[in-house]
């Protein structure tokens, strides 16, 4: 009973330490904006996203903020998870906006994964 709980723990030991490994090859790509118009300010920025290596896809993307006052950015639309930019258009669409006297500083973070079969 005890042999087979071991067996089980190491591997799933091991698969935790190939999914950290295969994550550890792709670092996130990190796109940064900055706004701080004295009357405020509202826009979007539309982000074409390519690929950091070979037979990388596009897994997730968040928000990172830099600097914030008074202001807010929102992704609205993003291409689903595993789109690939070599062959397809993958793009990424922020919507801010900050108040007079505010200030926006933010990163676009892009999560990749490698495809399968590379």
């Not at 903020?65 to 008074?70: A, E, G, I, L, P």
Request: aromatic share 10%; glycine share 6%; net charge positive.
């Amino acid at each position: 009973m005890f042999k087979k709980w071991a067996n089980q723990m190491i591997l799933f030991g091991s698969l935790a330490v190939c999914q950290a490994a295969v994550a550890a090859e792709l670092p996130p790509t990190e796109i940064e904006y900055q706004y701080a118009e004295e009357s405020g300010g509202k826009g979007k920025d539309s982000i074409k996203l390519t690929a950091p290596k070979a037979c990388a896809v596009f897994e997730d993307a968040r928000i990172v903020y830099k600097k914030r006052r008074y202001g807010q950015a929102d992704i609205i639309t993003k291409p689903n998870a595993g789109c690939d930019p070599d062959k397809a258009q993958c793009k990424l669409e922020v919507a801010w906006e900050h108040a007079p006297a505010g200030r926006l500083n933010y990163q676009v973070e892009v999560s990749w994964r490698l495809a399968s079969g590379c």
